[in-house]
């Protein structure tokens, strides 16, 4: 049982975050509306990707971040223009945010030519380096001195940017994690780093990954601000961020923000997570984030009930098109699996040991 | 004037940083201290910290970080203390590095530099040669000069380069090798050199071992006539072939040294690559000379046994040439 998550059951008592009551500030309801929005796409798009997968459509694993859709998007509002962000798996609403059309998500878990990748990467493997987006790559933690190498380099060209990446409870146990920010601290980068603390990493509860209760502690081991924040509240994650941010932007050297959440699926589409206690999915399921900021839209008078459920009917449309797209998008031609390796050569060519083809 | 092949490399780093103000230098103690084998003296002074960078004892996160810069438009030289040391970094360098072009279609232009080889008593993990580790990661170029001039003109290129280069520099010959070396003159990656020409059999190899190499090949022709052609292939990743064949098609017989342990070296795929294309031109097996298949051992008896000597060359062109 992962002890941490117990704890943040509604009504335990024991409810760390958040802890700030900056994190409460309002928001403009333009801004709550959009947060909606996005959490709403990124839900949808990872829906529609899950039919694809049961269609066999989708090649390799699907990786789903449903339930930590205020952690990815609430970030993710919160970063300016010519801001840096390195997503993982469980962040594909900062990469909607950020502006990654939902086609190019369609094409690249289908492994089309029209994906970001062409078909030589896989999943959310891809970024955009004019929208800001890195890709990650598998082994955890890799990200953390990357982007914060990122944000080094662009401050020194005279910007004034952040850089915010993202890890796992899991992946918080790499040396990457250690190094990476500890050497960002000592280089007083501007990196905003997310710990989404939601309680399994593959199938090992939190306390088999760290005896350190929770995450936030480790901030000033090495000398960075801390933030905790209930990562199910993505208004919350937003204010938390942006406190974050002008905290990096401002010089004052890195932040850590440890998010609580939950995963609510298994780690990629094959797992059923029976590992997972039910009363601890049941208890969680209640805290949605999609649920909480609606359930705030319509009790606070920001939309009606039905105006919400026409909103969300098409957003839910308005991916047709692009899955459409995605599906008539062609496989790639298998030369492209050579090209690009070198600066050289980014037109892949023939090669005489596959003459026999 | 001569200047020392270890100077020759700190003059190409901060030629390239006054030329280009995207580059810069990062790694364990190469500021005030001026790295643990000094090549970066007076750089601080010149360029300031924020492009003589000091890190913490972190090989990884200063790959990681150095990448991060690069993507950004920056050409950093990454300082290996040590090259042993890159072990910490292989994530960084196979994984993000080598295949940042292919998969993110983002240029990665950095230098990871460092002393490897042995011969200077340093033991296990001041010693290794780590070639052969990245010959088999595509996206990495990897250069092992043998003089002053290559090590100077290489390292030009390899900063201007726009791939992740692995520069492989021999420590033993950082004091060793001393030479006129030409102000600015840029050696392309890729290309292999004669350094002795000769047609009765045709030795390959790079780095320090181009000395021992040469050394045999004078023994060999004082004791029996025959020539030895020595070629230095400067770069492993491009390898340059076609210096190699020209040289067996006129010899036919070709021995391959390197100071890499034998097993998975990059002799096997030299020899491999001779023997599928060029196989009716060997009137001869293809000979192979390197470093035992042990870690590299610290007492002198130990090391010299170890390491290859220009006493095994000779030993095994006679084989050769008998064949």
Redesign the interface.
């Known amino acids: 049982m992962a002890k941490a998550h117990e704890k943040l059951f509604p009504g335990t008592g024991d409810r760390r975050a958040p802890q700030l009551t900056e994190l409460n500030t309002p928001l403009s309801k333009a801004m709550r509306l959009r947060l909606f929005e996005w959490m709403v796409t990124t839900r949808k798009v990872e829906a529609r990707m899950g039919t694809l997968y049961r269609q066999g459509k989708v090649v390799g694993g699907l990786y789903r971040g449903e339930g930590q859709e205020g952690i990815s998007v609430g970030t993710a509002m919160a970063l300016q223009d010519g801001d840096i962000v390195g997503p993982m798996i469980r962040d594909l609403g900062a990469m909607m945010v950020r502006g990654v059309p939902p086609r190019d998500v369609f094409c690249q878990y289908m492994a089309r030519a029209d994906g970001p990748?062409g078909g030589?990467?896989c999943n959310t493997?891809?970024?955009d380096?004019e929208l800001g987006i890195?890709?990650p790559?598998?082994?955890l933690g890799?990200l953390?001195?990357?982007?914060?190498?990122?944000?080094?380099?662009?401050r020194?060209?005279g910007n004034n940017p952040v850089?915010l990446t993202y890890i796992g409870d899991g992946g918080a146990s790499c040396?990457?994690f250690h190094?990476?920010l500890?050497?960002a601290a000592?280089?007083n980068s501007p990196l905003v780093l997310i710990v989404e603390n939601n309680g399994y990493a593959y199938s090992t509860p939190v306390q088999a990954q760290s005896q350190v209760e929770w995450f936030v502690d480790r901030a000033p081991a090495y000398g960075v601000l801390g933030m905790q924040v209930d990562g199910n509240d993505a208004e919350a994650v937003y204010n938390a961020t942006k406190l974050a941010c002008d905290h990096a932007r401002s010089g004052k050297g890195p932040v850590l923000i440890e998010a609580i959440t939950f995963r609510m699926n298994g780690h990629a589409e094959h797992d059923d997570a029976s590992y997972v206690p039910e009363a601890l999915v049941k208890a969680w399921s209640k805290r949605d984030p999609i649920d909480i900021l609606r359930d705030r839209l319509i009790d606070e008078g920001v939309k009606s009930k039905r105006q919400i459920d026409n909103l969300e009917q098409k957003i839910f449309d308005q991916l047709k098109d692009d899955y459409e797209f995605a599906l008539a998008s062609d496989m790639p031609d298998a030369l492209y699996a050579t090209g690009?390796?070198?600066?050289e050569d980014d037109i892949g060519q023939p090669d005489p040991r596959r003459a026999g083809r | 004037m001569t200047i020392t092949y270890i100077e020759a490399i700190g003059e190409a780093i901060s030629q390239e940083m006054e030329r280009d103000p995207s580059v810069l230098l990062i790694g364990e103690d190469v500021g005030h201290y001026a790295g643990a084998f000094k090549l970066s003296k007076g750089f601080l002074e010149s360029f300031g910290p924020d492009r003589i960078i000091d890190t913490p004892i972190a090989e990884s996160a200063i790959v990681g970080h150095a990448i991060g810069m690069a993507y950004m438009g920056m050409r950093p030289v990454v300082e290996m203390q040590f090259i042993d040391f890159i072990a910490c970094a292989y994530n960084m360098v196979t994984n993000f590095a080598a295949k940042s072009r292919y998969r993110q279609g983002l240029a990665c232009p950095m230098v990871i530099r460092g002393p490897s080889g042995g011969g200077v008593r340093g033991g296990p993990f001041h010693s290794q040669n780590v070639e052969a580790c990245f010959l088999n990661v595509p996206g990495l170029k990897i250069v092992a000069p043998a003089t002053a001039a290559d090590a100077k003109g290489l390292m030009l290129s390899s900063i201007r380069d726009d791939d992740p280069v692995l520069f492989l520099e021999h420590k033993y010959l950082y004091r060793r090798i001393k030479e006129v070396v030409p102000s600015n003159e840029a050696i392309p990656l890729g290309q292999a050199i004669v350094r002795r020409e000769g047609s009765d059999f045709t030795i390959v190899t790079y780095g320090a071992m181009v000395f021992e190499a040469l050394e045999a090949a004078e023994q060999i022709a004082t004791e029996t006539g025959a020539q030895a052609e020595v070629i230095d292939l400067r770069t492993l990743a491009p390898l340059d072939m076609e210096t190699v064949y020209q040289s067996v098609r006129k010899t036919n017989r070709c021995m391959l040294v390197h100071e890499a342990c034998l097993t998975g070296g990059p002799s096997g795929e030299l020899a491999a690559r001779l023997s599928e294309e060029f196989f009716d031109w060997l009137d001869a097996p293809i000979l192979r000379v390197a470093a035992l298949d042990s870690p590299v051992p610290y007492s002198p008896p130990l090391e010299d046994y170890f390491l290859p000597k220009s006493v095994d060359i000779v030993f095994q062109a006679k084989r050769l040439l008998a064949y």
């Open positions: 990748t030589r990467d493997h891809f970024g380096h890195t890709a790559i598998s082994m890799a953390i001195p990357v982007v914060s190498g990122m944000a080094w380099a662009s020194q060209q850089g040396g990457d190094e990476g500890n050497m000592t280089l690009g390796v070198y600066s």
